[in-house]
C-alpha cells in the first residue's frame, strides 16, 4: 500500500527514491536504533504504535521460542486495520486520478 501511495506522490524515479528514503528515516531508522540500544529503552514505549515497530514485532516473533500470542495478535490487527484505512481513504480514491493523468486511460 505505501509503495503504491509513493508512486501516487512521485513524478518521477528519482522522487519515487527519495520519497522512499525520507519514508525509511522516518519510520524505520528509530526502530532499528532502538534495536541496537542506540536509544534509551524508553523510546521503545513512544514507538510502540508505529507500524515499522509492529512489524518488527511481529517478524521477530517467527525466530523467538516463546511467542506472546495477545501481542502478535494485536500487531496483526493493528497492520491490517492500518492497511485497509490507507488502501479504502488513500488508495482508491488516487487510483482514478493516477490512471488518467499517467497512465492514459
Do not use: C, H
Not at 39 to 54: G, H, M
Amino acid at each position: 500500500m505505501i509503495g503504491i501511495v509513493l508512486s501516487y506522490l512521485s513524478k518521477d524515479f528519482t522522487a519515487l527514491l527519495m520519497n522512499y528514503f525520507v519514508m525509511m528515516v522516518i519510520l524505520v531508522i528509530p526502530s532499528i536504533l532502538v534495536m541496537i540500544g542506540v536509544f534509551a529503552p524508553e523510546v521503545k514505549d513512544i514507538l510502540f504504535w508505529s507500524p515499522t515497530e509492529a512489524t518488527l514485532r511481529m517478524m521477530n516473533a517467527s525466530f523467538a521460542s516463546t511467542v506472546d500470542l495477545k501481542q502478535f495478535a494485536l500487531d496483526f490487527a493493528y497492520i491490517s486495520l492500518l492497511s485497509y484505512l490507507l488502501f479504502r481513504f488513500v488508495v482508491l480514491p488516487r487510483f482514478k486520478s493516477y490512471a488518467t493523468r499517467d497512465l492514459g486511460v
